[in-house]
Every structure is written in structure tokens, then in C-alpha cells.
């Protein structure tokens, strides 16, 4: 019976698995996670394909994290495997390690050339420093600014139009500043202190986390379908649900759109499976000058099964989100405009009573993986210390 639950979760993705856990094993609160999926997980989902290669369906997923509270946590629930994630780009034809690192320097002007740039970036920068592209870009220095406008025009303008077909000046400038160049010879996608993916997969992770005697999950099952909104509350199934409410979906959905959807990209996957080994050298190769797809990742670098006759890579081609059946809204597009338009529908949410707004979808911003962990962690330190 739905009346005896203390709290309501909706969505089983990182913000609402780690919410329930939280609630039932240190609040010592019965909860109900609905998940309209016929999975948990969220887009972190990962499970074999026909072939028999665990795949990510919603897109490659790698841990990487300096929360020593979020990796601690999250240990509970999962052995890791050790894994370094490296990404290459593919300018015309030859591949250079992403970040555009003193590696790709060299691979992009030859030696002689690389080293005068590279001393002239340190002195300026420091060694081992990220600089943005946006910040070489105004350097003063012809053969830096030449520098930036290669980089710039080769590994990102093409890729950022693919991936948001909006021009970078146009993007949120946090967005544009995630992309920096490495004053290194550290090819590696991530330097945070742990990083790798969990030993048997995401779902199982997840399996581990929901798996506790105050949880109950119904999968398949739309909220809004057992939800009813009303001032001061909500309604589980027709009755008033007095308990906490964590909503992780789509805000804007919540309330039927009703001043309008809240943009979004969505990402369209192309899964191939390959009778070879391997289909290409690193875990993602990056298309930054042709090819429709932004990029494409081979999972088995990632998750580390050993299949010596088969791989199954994912193209990945960006799309604007429509709302359509089966499409799913994979990154906020966070400007002024879109931000106003979250704030009303945000503002609606605020007199539900003891009901919370959490996630990627919720929140309409993104977080990686430990971000959302630690976010999720940090709501129930504040609502378990609250008296109800
Ligand atoms: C392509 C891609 C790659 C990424 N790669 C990385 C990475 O490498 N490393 C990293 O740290 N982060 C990565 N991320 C970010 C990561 O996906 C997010 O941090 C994570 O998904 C956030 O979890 P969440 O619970 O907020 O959202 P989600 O995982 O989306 O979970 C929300 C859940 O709520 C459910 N839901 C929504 N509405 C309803 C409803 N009405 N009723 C019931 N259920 C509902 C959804 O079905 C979903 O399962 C990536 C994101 C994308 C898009």
C-alpha cells in the first residue's frame, strides 16, 4: 500500500538511488522509488547487447572523481577496475590526444616548431596548467593566438557546432571553458585522484544500492500517472502523501509544459558490432573536422571484457530535443533565456510542500556522476537533520 511509505522518490538514476538509500538506511525511512523506465540506473544503464558486449545505451559513462566522501560511498556498493580514459581526435586523419596536449603539438606543427610553443606557453601559463582556448585566443603573442586559432578551428569550433549546432561565442561560457588546452604530456582524459569503472557495470552498482529492505522499486511506471500537485502538497494515488518527495525528472514535464518546453539536446546512438578485436586505438576518437557524428567510443576499453572476435562502438550524433516519444533530453541548454523560463516552472515546485527538486533533469543543469552523488548525499545530511 502506497500509505505505507515515509518517502517518495521518483526516477532510479544517480540523484534518486542514492536519495533513497540514504533515506532508508540512515533515516531509517520506508521508501517507494518509481522509475518510468523499464530499468534502474538511469543513464548510467549499462547491459550486454545481442553480441554479447556490455554496452552504455544512454552513451559512455566514466568515473572519475576528487570527492574522497563520493568515491568512499559509492565503494560500498562496487569493486573498480582501473581505468584511464584516453580520447583522441581525428583531424583529418591523423589523431591527436583531446585535451590538445604538448603531444598534439607536436603532432600538429612537428617537433621544432612545438618546442618554441611550448617554452613561450609555459613561461607564460606554467607547466602542467589547463588554459581554455577562449583565453589563448586573446594572448597577444602572433604564433599563440596562430596557435589558439588552430586548435580552435580544428579540434573545437566543428565539434561544438556538431554538438550543440550553436557557434561557441553562443554557448554558456562554463560550457565553452570545460574545453581547455594541457600544458602537459599527460594524455589522460581526467586527472582526478580516482577514476575507473565499476568491476561488474553500472546496473549492478545500482542493484547493490537499491538493495536494501526499506526500498521498494516499481519499474516501468510513469510518476505522473500516480501523482496529483495541488497547493501546500501532492497526492500519491489520490491521497495526501505527507512524506518527502524527490523528484529527479524533467520539471518542465511535471507540469504539462505549460509555459513551454525547456530546451534540451538529445543524442541519437549508433550502436555497430564489428567481427575484430578492436575498431579503433583508444576508448573515444573524436571526429572535430568531418564525419556527422561527434565522436565514437568502443566499450570494451572501458569496461575491459575481453572478447577477442567482436566490439560494438556507439556513433554519437547530437539532435535538438522535440519531446518526442522515445527521445530522451540529454543536456540542458543553459542560457539566460532558458534559465528564466526553469525559474518559473522551479517556482511552482515551491509550495508542494516537502518536495525536492534534484538532478540533471530537476535542476536543469548538468552533473557528472560524482557531482550528482555528492549533491544527492548533501540534500539528505540537510533533510535527515530536519525534524519532519
Ligand atoms: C552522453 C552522456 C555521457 C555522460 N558521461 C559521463 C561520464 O563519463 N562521467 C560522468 O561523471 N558523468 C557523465 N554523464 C552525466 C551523467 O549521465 C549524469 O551525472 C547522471 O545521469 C545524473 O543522474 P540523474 O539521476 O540526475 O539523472 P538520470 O540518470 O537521467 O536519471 C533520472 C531518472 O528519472 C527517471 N524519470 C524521469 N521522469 C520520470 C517520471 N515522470 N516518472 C518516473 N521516472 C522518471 C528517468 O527515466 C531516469 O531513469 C554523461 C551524460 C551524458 C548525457
Redesign the pocket.
Known amino acids: 500500500m502506497t500509505q505505507s511509505y515515509d518517502c517518495l522518490v ?7 538511488a542514492v536519495a533513497a538509500r540514504e533515506l532508508a538506511e540512515r533515516g531509517g525511512k520506508r521508501v517507494l522509488v ?4 523499464n530499468h534502474i540506473a ?3 544503464y549499462d547491459l550486454p547487447d545481442e553480441a554479447g558486449v556490455v554496452i552504455h545505451q ?7 572523481t576528487r570527492d574522497r566522501r563520493v568515491y568512499d560511498y559509492l565503494s560500498r556498493f562496487t569493486r573498480w577496475r582501473d581505468y584511464q580514459h584516453r580520447v583522441v581526435a581525428n583531424v583529418h586523419g591523423v589523431e591527436m590526444p583531446v585535451p590538445f596536449n604538448l603531444t598534439s603539438l607536436e603532432l600538429a606543427f612537428g617537433k621544432e616548431k612545438a618546442q618554441r610553443l611550448e617554452e613561450k606557453l609555459i613561461a607564460q601559463y606554467g607547466a602542467e596548467e589547463k588554459v581554455t582556448i577562449l583565453d589563448l585566443r586573446k594572448n597577444e603573442d602572433p604564433e599563440i593566438s596562430a596557435l589558439a586559432d588552430y586548435v580552435y578551428e580544428n579540434v573545437f569550433l566543428h565539434y561544438t557546432m556538431k554538438q550543440w549546432d550553436q557557434s561557441p561565442e553562443e554557448i554558456d561560457p562554463n560550457t565553452t571553458a570545460r574545453v581547455p588546452v594541457f600544458l602537459s604530456r599527460d594524455d589522460r582524459y581526467f586527472q582526478d585522484p580516482w577514476q575507473g569503472m565499476p568491476l561488474d557495470g553500472y546496473t549492478a552498482l545500482f542493484r547493490n544500492l537499491l538493495d536494501h529492505p526499506n526500498i521498494t522499486v516499481e519499474l516501468g ?4 500517472t500516480r501523482l496529483t500537485l495541488h497547493e501546500g502538497g501532492v497526492e500519491l494515488d489520490g491521497v495526501p502523501f505527507p512524506g518527502i518527495v524527490i523528484y ?3 520539471v518542465d ?1 511535471l507540469f504539462g509544459c505549460r509555459y513551454g518546453r525547456l530546451p534540451y539536446r538529445t ?1 541519437e546512438f549508433r550502436f555497430e558490432t564489428h567481427p575484430v578485436e578492436w575498431y579503433q586505438s583508444h576508448g573515444t576518437v573524436n571526429y572535430t573536422v568531418s564525419e556527422p557524428w561527434t565522436r565514437i567510443t568502443e566499450f570494451k576499453y572501458l569496461t575491459g571484457q575481453e572478447l577477442p572476435d567482436r566490439t560494438t562502438i556507439a556513433k ?1 550524433i547530437s539532435h535538438a530535443y522535440t519531446g518526442a516519444e522515445g527521445e530522451t533530453p ?2 540542458a541548454i543553459i542560457n539566460p533565456a532558458n534559465n528564466a523560463l526553469y525559474a518559473q516552472y522551479r517556482t511552482l515546485c515551491s509550495n508542494l510542500g516537502q518536495f525536492y527538486l ?5 535542476e536543469y543543469k ?7 552523488v555528492a549533491r544527492a548525499l548533501s540534500l539528505c545530511d540537510d533533510l535527515l537533520q530536519r525534524k519532519e
Open positions: 521518483i526516477g532510479a538514476g544517480f540523484a534518486g518509481l522509475e518510468r523506465r538511469g543513464n548510467a544512454y552513451g559512455p559513462h566514466i568515473f572519475h511506471v510513469d510518476a505522473r529527479t525528472g524533467a514535464e543524442l554519437e540529454y543536456y534534484l538532478g540533471r533533469l530537476a548538468y552533473y557528472n556522476m560524482d557531482a550528482i
